[in-house]
């Protein structure tokens, strides 16, 4: 091995997470390698599962046959081994390595038995435990101290498996007695996504999930900044993908960031900037493959609020359409509805009234990983108790994301009127100053954001 270059004090810890893509293969972890190594003060890693991996496992983590579970292990284990391969001392790691992939068998088979959330959690965290084991040993293949960091012995959560909620304080103080001490010497790899609860039991914290582990942990360990490495060079005025002229965002309020996640700016999982706003802590958004471009800086305080800043989009939403007659002049009906859907553990996203309607969008934000729709068979039966509930899928919300939105004259009528080719199915704004949203049709979605973004960007 290289000789290894001394470690330089720590004054200002800083937190950087590579997504899928950044972490996918060898030379993908070569260059987020070089760029935790750019900076001295780069200790705490956080990474993705290899991108595809955690796709791989959700699949394996349903009823299958066993041909088909055998190619999902096969492809996973592919995967691995081609990162390995390219190792100057794969030994240091195969062994670590291939005991996980034998657990993933375990895993998959005691499923096919018993369908356990615990079991598909555990399951699902071996992807990123793979992915921290290869980048440590790629920074170490540079000459640089590194290990691997178990983050379950820190990120303690609930137990609701799938979408787990972080204990904050718990975290903060195993943080700093079992991860500060070894950040002075070593570059710390650890896993996104993952976490246990106080049984030791793995879970998970929803898909997308390792933006808000890197926050958790900056939070935690009281950090400078946090840098989220993706594929794209910061934070766009809509998805790159839907809009080709959308460009990125050099300076983003905490406020508004956390809008745009929330309503679907993918870039960033929706719980992400909760940590950051606590501790006032920056956040970077910036390209793995091409960190020269620069990036979005999350701060606090901006130096420019633009009324239109971005437009996000959040597909796949359904709408509850309750309509009750006992409504009429009557009191207590929404008290019984939201109790309802709280109890059956929903939260309502947007909602619009009329005399004897309600209507509703559900909040699928980080949903779990399990795939299971929001809307039970239960829920609508006892909601049906007492209204007539009509249920609409296909639908996307479509957010503009800004500022004094509610206090600006002429927003709506130059919205609007790129909105006229289209059926709006509802709309919402007011609530907030950063936003105005309109559900539409799913088959619509991408056609809305993109003259959007053209009219209101370009
Ligand atoms: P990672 O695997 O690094 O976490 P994600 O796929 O979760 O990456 O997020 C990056 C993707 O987010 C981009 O490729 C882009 O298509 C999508 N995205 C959605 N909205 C935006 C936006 N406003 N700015 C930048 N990227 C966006
Ligand atoms: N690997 C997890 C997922 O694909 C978490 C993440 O990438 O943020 O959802
Ligand atoms: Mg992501």
Request: charged share 20%; hydrophobic share 45%.
């Amino acid at each position: 091995m290289a000789l290894l270059q001394p470690i330089q004090p720590l004054s200002h810890l800083i937190v950087a997470k590579f997504g899928g893509t950044s972490v996918a293969d060898f030379d993908a972890m070569q260059r987020c390698a070089d760029i935790v190594l750019a900076n001295a003060q780069t200790r705490l890693v956080v990474v993705s599962a290899s991108s595809g991996v955690t796709n791989l496992l959700v699949e394996l983590t349903s009823n299958l046959d066993n041909e088909r579970r055998k190619t999902l292990l096969t492809e996973i284990n592919g995967v691995q081994q081609r990162i390995i391969a390219k190792l100057h001392e794969p030994e240091a790691v195969s062994e670590q390595i291939a005991a996980i992939l034998s657990r993933m068998a375990q895993l998959s088979e005691a499923l096919l038995h018993q369908r356990s959330k615990a079991i598909m959690d555990e399951l699902l965290s071996t992807g990123e435990q793979c992915s921290s084991i290869l980048f440590a040993a790629v920074i170490r293949q540079k000459g640089h101290a590194s290990q691997m960091f178990d983050v379950r012995k820190v990120m303690r959560t609930d137990s609701q498996f799938g979408k787990a909620e972080p204990q904050i304080e718990t975290i903060a103080t195993l943080a700093q007695d079992s991860l500060m001490p070894l950040l002075t010497k070593n570059i710390i790899v650890t896993q996104g996504f993952i976490g246990a609860d106080e049984q030791q039991q793995t879970t998970t914290l929803g898909r997308g999930g390792s933006d808000y582990s890197a926050a958790l942990l900056a939070e935690a360990l009281t950090a400078h900044a946090v840098e989220i490495w993706t594929d794209v060079a910061g934070i766009y005025t809509t998805d790159p993908r839907l809009a080709p002229n959308a460009h990125p965002i050099a300076e983003i309020s905490f406020n508004e960031a956390a809008e745009m996640a929330t309503f679907g700016a993918k870039v960033l999982h929706p719980a992400t900037i909760l940590p950051a706003v606590r501790q006032q802590i920056q956040v970077f958004v910036g390209s793995s493959k091409a960190p020269e471009q620069g990036g979005t800086w999350i701060r606090h305080q901006v130096e420019d609020e633009p009324v239109f800043r971005a437009v996000a989009l959040r597909r796949d939403q359904t709408l509850l359409n309750l309509h009750s007659l006992q409504m009429l002049h009557a009191q207590g009906f929404l008290a019984h509805t939201f109790t309802t859907l709280a109890k059956h553990k929903i939260s309502v996203d947007l909602i619009t009234t009329s005399e004897v309607n309600v209507a509703l969008t559900l909040d699928k934000t980080g949903s779990d990983t399990s795939g299971q729709g929001l809307l039970s068979e239960a829920l609508l039966q006892e909601l049906s108790q007492h209204c007539r509930v009509r249920v609409e899928d296909k639908l996307a919300l479509v957010a503009i994301i800004g500022n004094k939105i509610a206090l600006t004259s002429g927003i709506c009528s130059r919205v609007f009127q790129v909105l006229e080719q289209h059926n709006v199915r509802m709309i919402c704004q007011g609530a907030s100053p950063h936003n105005l949203c309109v559900l539409v049709a799913e088959s619509e979605a991408a056609k809305v954001v993109s003259s959007l973004h053209q009219n209101l960007f370009e």
